[in-house]
């Protein structure tokens, strides 16, 4: 029997609990530690999960012999430095999107996770939500090319607060990322490198210090083109919708559902074992361990994103 592979998961919030809801559902993998800067939540975490190891220290989870791999779903503004600092200790790392803010940041990571021989994985889900999963499929075999990608990112969130409303410690970023999710998938999708990318901005938010609303183009060497809108500002339907255009059909993809142009549902329940783009991004994380192997959203395949967004800030930048 194959050895179980052991977990810590640093950042117990909103997103750290769907790691923990797919670890459950992951024959051969066990949660042993879960760090976090509130350690009243973070033990009331941790007891729903029966995970003993709790704390505030990810020096401390890395210290631990029986870990071998680490979650990090923790704020936008160290994921580079976690990653690094889980690379150097030794253990498998995944870090939650995105891997930095900052292309250097990125850089450093990809360069150290190349002399590592360790898994080194980005969360960038939409590669493996069911949904993207069947378009990517239709378009390996040949049966659908994409023309564009029409993409709205919407949110309201106006207050510094996670996707459970409570109060966030840190700044997210529509750029670094949500436009992060639709710049890799863009790419992953077409089957070809992003060429051309434009950006404009509206105005800063006066307490929160970032742009609201954005608006991004992008234009691959295959001639395929992607708009996307983000907005922080949006009172109405709130995630992330993608409409892909091609030459045979036309999808639209709800995380993890999939609708044809006339709206009419396609099932998608038999492309993976789940319906659930967490508990796949996953797996995948951990096959990629067992099997030795590069994993899909590895840092290296998802690096050319951030040289993207490298881009795009420097434009907004200079406006």
């Given at each position: 029997?194959?050895?179980?592979?052991?977990?810590?998961?640093?950042?117990?919030?909103?997103?750290?609990?769907?790691?923990?809801?797919?670890?459950?559902?992951?024959?051969?993998?066990?949660?042993?530690?879960?760090?976090?800067?509130?350690?009243?939540?973070?033990?009331?975490?941790?007891?729903?999960?029966?995970?003993?190891?709790?704390?505030?220290?990810?020096?401390?989870?890395?210290?631990?012999?029986?870990?071998?791999?680490?979650?990090?779903?923790?704020?936008?503004?160290?994921?580079?430095?976690?990653?690094?600092?889980?690379?150097?200790?030794?253990?498998?790392?995944?870090?939650?999107?995105?891997?930095?803010?900052?292309?250097?940041?990125?850089?450093?990571?990809?360069?150290?996770?190349?002399?590592?021989?360790?898994?080194?994985?980005?969360?960038?889900?939409?590669?493996?939500?069911?949904?993207?999963?069947?378009?990517?499929?239709?378009?390996?075999?040949?049966?659908?090319?994409?023309?564009?990608?029409?993409?709205?990112?919407?949110?309201?969130?106006?207050?510094?607060?996670?996707?459970?409303?409570?109060?966030?410690?840190?700044?997210?970023?529509?750029?670094?990322?949500?436009?992060?999710?639709?710049?890799?998938?863009?790419?992953?999708?077409?089957?070809?490198?992003?060429?051309?990318?434009?950006?404009?901005?509206?105005?800063?938010?006066?307490?929160?210090?970032?742009?609201?609303?954005?608006?991004?183009?992008?234009?691959?060497?295959?001639?395929?083109?992607c708009t996307l809108s983000l907005s922080f500002n949006n009172d109405g339907p709130l995630g992330t919708y993608f409409?892909?255009?091609?030459?045979t059909a036309t999808y639209l993809a709800r995380y993890d559902d999939l609708y044809n142009g006339k709206d009419e549902?396609?099932?998608?329940?038999?492309?993976?074992?789940?319906?659930?783009?967490?508990?796949?991004?996953?797996?995948?994380?951990?096959?990629?361990?067992?099997?030795?192997?590069?994993?899909?959203?590895?840092?290296?395949?998802?690096?050319?994103?951030?040289?993207?967004?490298?881009?795009?800030?420097?434009?907004?930048?200079?406006?």
């Amino acid at each position: 029997m194959a050895k179980t592979i052991k977990v810590a998961l640093a950042g117990a919030g909103a997103f750290g609990t769907k790691h923990l809801d797919a670890i459950a559902l992951i024959d051969g993998v066990e949660a042993v530690s879960v760090i976090g800067r509130d350690m009243e939540k973070t033990r009331e975490v941790a007891a729903k999960y029966g995970i003993k190891h709790v704390t505030d220290d990810l020096a401390e989870s890395l210290a631990l012999p029986e870990v071998d791999a680490v979650i990090l779903c923790t704020p936008t503004q160290i994921h580079a430095a976690q990653t690094l600092q889980c690379l150097r200790a030794g253990k498998h790392v995944q870090v939650e999107i995105p891997l930095a803010d900052t292309l250097a940041g990125a850089e450093e990571v990809a360069a150290v996770a190349a002399t590592s021989g360790l898994v080194a994985m980005v969360g960038h889900t939409r590669r493996f939500n069911p949904s993207h999963q069947y378009v990517h499929n239709q378009i390996k075999s040949g049966a659908f090319n994409i023309q564009q990608m029409d993409v709205q990112t919407y949110f309201f969130r106006r207050t510094n607060s996670n996707a459970l409303g409570q109060a966030r410690s840190w700044t997210d970023h529509l750029l670094w990322h949500h436009a992060a999710h639709t710049v890799d998938l863009f790419a992953y999708q077409a089957g070809s490198p992003i060429v051309q990318a434009n950006a404009i901005q509206g105005p800063i938010h006066p307490v929160l210090g970032i742009a609201m609303d954005m608006s991004i183009q992008l234009k691959a060497a295959n001639g395929a083109i992607c708009t996307l809108s983000l907005s922080f500002n949006n009172d109405g339907p709130l995630g992330t919708y993608f409409r892909y255009i091609g030459d045979t059909a036309t999808y639209l993809a709800r995380y993890d559902d999939l609708y044809n142009g006339k709206d009419e549902k396609i099932d998608v329940s038999q492309v993976a074992v789940s319906m659930n783009g967490i508990e796949l991004q996953d797996r995948e994380f951990f096959a990629a361990i067992r099997e030795g192997r590069e994993p899909n959203s590895s840092v290296a395949k998802v690096l050319p994103c951030y040289r993207v967004l490298h881009g795009l800030e420097q434009q907004l930048n200079a406006a």
